[in-house]
Nanobody
Framework: QRQLVEYGGGLVQAGGSLRLSCVLS????????VGWFRQAPGKKREVVSC????????KFADSVRGRFTTSRDDATNTVYLQMNSLKPEDTAVYSC???????????????????????WGQGTQVTVSS
């Protein structure tokens, strides 16, 4: 059974940092692109980042570029989102998602559309106080 579980959310002051972890169980992670998304109260879910199968390609939303990074460890089936210089507007529920690409697909492709993703986690709350 494939499952994604996020860890690391919490309350942090503006300017602080958090690292989120996404543990993917039941996956051959090498076959998947993994993305991070967030949804603030009253707003639509938006894409935050993605990381390609080989980890060599990443993309970030304009609002977080330069402050957030993402990485993956296929040996432990874990993908990370490092969030620095956090702002109150980063407050949201953060979720990870996996897009199955398969063993023959490009290892550098990074999925940006939400409808490309097949599996989703439940999310973890991040609250940034001013």
């Amino acid at each position: 059974q494939r499952q994604l579980v996020e860890y690391g959310g919490g309350l942090v002051q503006a300017g602080g940092s958090l690292r989120l972890s996404c543990v993917l169980s039941g996956f051959t992670l090498d076959y998947y692109v993994v993305g991070w998304f967030r949804q603030a109260p009253g707003k639509k879910r938006e894409v935050v980042s993605c990381i390609s199968r080989n980890g060599g390609s990443t993309k970030f939303a304009d609002s977080v570029r330069g402050r957030f990074t993402t990485s993956r460890d296929d040996a432990t089936n874990t993908v990370y989102l490092q969030m620095n210089s956090l702002k109150p507007e980063d407050t949201a529920v953060y979720s990870c998602a996996a897009d199955f690409r398969g063993p023959a697909s490009s290892r550098s492709y990074c999925s940006w559309g939400q409808n490309e993703y097949d599996y989703w986690g439940q999310g973890t709350q991040v609250t940034v106080s001013s």
